[in-house]
């Protein structure tokens, strides 16, 4: 799994809150391990007991800023600071350990799920199961839509541009580039005006 | 043996441009995906769609296993690899290399109005996600009950997702006879 790719040497901690443990490899893919077979329907809450509190990797300030980083970026949360923390601590070698624990076990995982819906699909009864499971996952995309809306809702102008997104995209079906290009400075600018005039208070972190 | 080759390009450059524009995590890119797998290419039927992303949520790991696990679907094991490469490479990669960057503006006053910008933007693209997904499984009305009770349920207790996974499963076996 690991490539003999050149090994850039771990960024130097100079945080005065650094916390303690300074995970090699192997630890870095077994904790990602750990935390990828426990982590159902999101691993973020599972991520900070773990990465904080238990195995003490970060700080929860670096914590916060780290997460900052991975929910900003494009990609999975969770697999970004799977990234992350495998560069800081080991490089190119860490980030590899850190991903491979992370995601290898979990895709075999769905590979035997979606084995098994292949080999019912035609069969009614297994239909019904997968119908009903897909739904109840659905009703939880919604309960995640809905806790996401909610700070936002309450603010006129955020509240403008997340329902601008949700029609450009769920009614009019625009290219997902077209709504990045247009809404993501109108979401500044509202953000800013918000922040200016209706004193929000920040939304998160 | 070419038409192989094509479907792996195509695959690539569909999962590379997805995963670049996957601010706010997989779940924005959720139509865009269905769009493409199942409108543009016909990979997928909207009802397989559906269920293989319901699969990757009652599996274990980040919601994201569910781009690569398209890859599969369509093209096997190199699908598999192709769009795992494409789907963890570049934000991975990103992540890595601003990791210093966005400590050294951790107080820059333009650095939180991006961040800020972006909220609004993610909320309505899950939202839209949402909608999408609810309009190609609540078929009929038991189904459109379960997707409701499932949400109800998420929203109002601290029920396990996966105790709802199943109590979705087992309902859609009663209900929908």
Known sequence: ?205 | MNSQYDLLATLASLFGRLSLLSFGGVITVLPELQREVVGVHHWLTAQQFAALYALCRAAPGPNVLFLPMIGWRVAGLPGLLVCAVMTYGPPTLLAALTLKVWHHYRAHPGRKLIQSGLVPVTAGLVAASAALLTDSTAVTWPLAAIVALSALLALSTRLSPLWILLGGALLGLVLHA
């Open chain 1, 1 to 205: 799994m690991k490539l003999s790719s050149s090994i850039s040497p771990p960024p130097r901690r100079d945080d005065a809150t650094a916390a303690i443990a300074r995970p090699g490899c192997r630890a870095l893919f077994l904790g990602f391990l750990q935390l990828g077979l426990s982590a159902f329907g999101g691993a973020l809450p599972l991520a900070h007991r773990m990465l904080v509190e238990e195995r003490r990797w970060v700080s929860a300030d670096e914590f916060v800023e780290l997460l900052g980083l991975c929910q900003f970026l494009p990609g999975g949360n969770v697999v970004n600071l799977a990234a992350a923390l495998g560069a800081r601590f080991r490089g190119v070698r860490g980030v590899l350990s850190a991903l491979a624990g992370l995601l290898v076990v979990p895709t075999a995982i769905s590979i035997a799920l979606s084995a098994v819906y292949a080999h019912f699909q035609n069969n009614p009864v297994a239909q019904r199961l997968f119908d009903g499971l897909a739904c109840a996952a659905v009703g939880l995309l919604i309960q995640m839509a809905f806790k996401l809306c909610q700070p936002v809702a309450v603010r006129p102008l955020l509240g403008g541009v997340a329902l601008m997104c949700f029609i450009a995209i769920a009614a009019l079906h625009w290219p997902l580039v077209w709504v990045f290009l247009i809404m993501v400075p109108l979401g500044m600018g509202a953000s800013y005006l918000d922040r200016r005039f209706i004193g929000g208070v920040p939304e998160h972190e």
